[in-house]
Each structure stands twice: as C-alpha cells, then as structure tokens.
C-alpha cells in the first residue's frame, strides 16, 4: 500500500494485512500461510466473507492488493504490513485492528516477524467473484 493502513474497527468486523519487499516478480505466500472461510454472502454484486488466516513464524503473504476493502482484528501473534515504498506502515500485535484500502496502487506485504503464528479474522469486501487477492511484483525491496 502507498499511504499508512489505518486502523479501524467496522461493528463486529476488522481488516489485517501485512507487507514485506521482494523482487520484481509476483511472489506467493510462505509455505504454511492458510486461509479458511468462515462465512460468505453476496449482496447484489459484492461478495463479503469472513475468513480465518494464519502466517506461520517467518512467512508472509507475498506482495498483493485487493480488489475491495479487507477490515481485519489481529487475534495472535504480531502482524508487520510493509508498503510499495518498502516502509512499514504498521506493526500490529493481538487485539490491533487494521483496513486494507483496494486497488492496485494499494500494493502491501504481510509478514510475521514475530515468535508465535499470527491469525487474523478478516472480512474481505469485493466484487462478485473476485479473489480474495491478486498477486503483485515486489516493488524492488530489500527484504522478502
């Protein structure tokens, strides 16, 4: 993402993201990270879903955007986000929140620098039949 996440709190529902740098290549997920939906409807022509995600000890999401918004709670661990500028535009430990803006020049990595896995409950708000994320080149950082 270009501009900080913020952090906010939607009724029952909160976003989590985390961004980490690579090359210029689409870069997948780290071995391990998992997703699973919890539950799903479609509104007219948006889809919301309520997943459980989770990144193991020294895996990230791989560089990516969203198609919609994506509320999110931190409920362990420690998330860091990383922008496409390569600077950390959060690090949000349990109980943090957090929303991911759409759009592909919200480019983001999620990484878990921390000792525990890190699972986040997220609501994904996209249009019909979108992915849940579409894969990006890492923007030239230092790090995956």
Known sequence: MRKPL???TAGAL???AVLVCGTARATPP???VSGRTISRTTIGHTDYTWREVTIPVGQ???WHYHDGPLYGIIKQGTLS??????????VYPQGSTILEPAGPGNIHLGQNLGCTPVVLDILYVLPHGSPFSEDAPNPGCGFQ
């Open 14 to 16: 909160t976003v989590t």
């Open 60 to 62: 990230g999401t791989g």
């Open 30 to 32: 780290g071995p391990g």
């Open 81 to 90: 986000h990383f922008d496409s500028t390569c600077a950390s535009d959060g």
């Open 6 to 8: 913020r952090t906010i």
